[in-house]
């Protein structure tokens, strides 16, 4: 982490990277280190090939994203992001200027494909690294840097319910609480109480479709580009919906598999509950994460999808 802190020291023009598909610690932590560049007279992009849900055009600085206010980068950062592919058409960015790249990143499953890579699967999210890398900068954290932060922990854990909250992710939380000034409920709220009425549309869709299998350990729901066509929504409002299946006491194991409007492919979420592995699912089709949340993309029809997911299932389920 020191090598990372030296190299963004000597750089004055930076470029912030995160993956598509994004998620709220992507986008936290970028926006937060933006910030905190800037508080230190540096300056910073950040570039980001996705759209942004409802809920996330509500943080602080959202509307910066993609916005190049910058020439020409002398260092490039990647954040939240397992592999260069994750990083859509940005990962050419990478390809050009791997000399002066680096990533910080807190899944197992990175590649490290930066010249300077701190990975560390202790931290909940990338937002909590970013708390001891700021540290580590002696950059004083602003109320709206804690805001978005807190957001990135809270959404990465699950509202600190998973098993990557850990006691010094509440201290963290702590202490980015304090700093914030205001109550939780206005970090949560605008991210966990504020469902488009597409988003609606589609939870019902779930309660109403989804399989369950192997003793209704399995929960299992493909949603196909005619679904989302005839609810009027899109990939972007599919966040959340696995806790439909893992609310329920027999699933041990949730998969949902989201068509691509374009690609004949499906984007796969598997979420699942103690030592049952569901990164072990995603790495199986070239995919990763965590162990109770994992991911990846698979080029197939929806029948041959979801017949090699519910096998791979299968196989961590003991
Ligand atoms: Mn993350």
């Not at 600190?160 to 109550?183: C, D, F, Q, R, W």
């Not at 949603?223 to 893992?246: P, Q």
């Not at 109770?292 to 299932?313: H, P, Q, R, T, Y």
């Amino acid at each position: 982490m020191e090598k990372i802190a030296n190299f963004i020291k000597k750089s004055q023009n930076i470029a912030i990277l995160a993956h598509y598909k994004t998620d709220c610690d992507a986008v936290c932590s970028s926006l937060s280190l933006k910030l905190a560049l800037e508080s230190i007279g540096k300056k910073a992009d950040v570039l980001i090939d996705s759209n942004l849900s409802f809920q996330m055009q509500t943080l602080p600085y959202w509307d910066s994203i993609n916005k190049k206010t910058i020439e020409k980068y002398d260092c490039y950062v990647c954040l939240d992001t397992a592999t260069q592919e994750r990083l859509g058409k940005n990962k050419f960015k990478i390809m050009k200027n791997r000399q002066i790249s680096v990533a910080l990143d807190h899944h197992a499953t990175n590649e490290k494909f930066c010249k300077l890579n701190y990975v560390n699967e202790e931290y909940s999210s990338t937002c909590e690294l970013l708390f001891d890398f700021f540290n580590l900068l002696n950059i004083k954290i602003s109320k709206d840097m804690a805001k978005l932060m807190l957001t990135g922990i809270y959404t990465d854990t699950g509202k600190l319910s998973y098993n990557n909250a850990k006691p010094k992710t509440m201290n963290i939380v702590s202490s980015l609480l304090k700093i914030y000034g205001e109550p939780i409920s206005n970090v949560c709220e605008p991210i966990f109480s504020n469902k488009t009425m597409g988003e609606f549309e589609l939870t019902k869709f779930v309660y109403s479709n989804l399989e369950l299998c192997e003793n209704n350990q399995i929960a299992y729901l493909a949603i196909n580009r005619e679904d989302f066509k005839k609810l009027n929504t899109t990939i972007e409002d599919t966040h959340g919906l696995t806790d439909v299946g893992m609310s329920l006491a027999c699933v041990k194991v949730m998969i949902l598999a989201s068509q691509d409007n374009v690609e004949d492919c499906y984007y796969v979420s598997i979420r699942s509950k103690g030592t049952i592995s569901a990164r072990k699912i995603g790495e199986a089709f070239g995919g990763g994460g965590h162990v109770n949340a994992s991911g990846c993309k698979i080029f197939d029809n929806a029948k041959n999808v979801k017949e090699m997911l519910i096998k791979e299932a299968k196989k961590v389920l003991v």
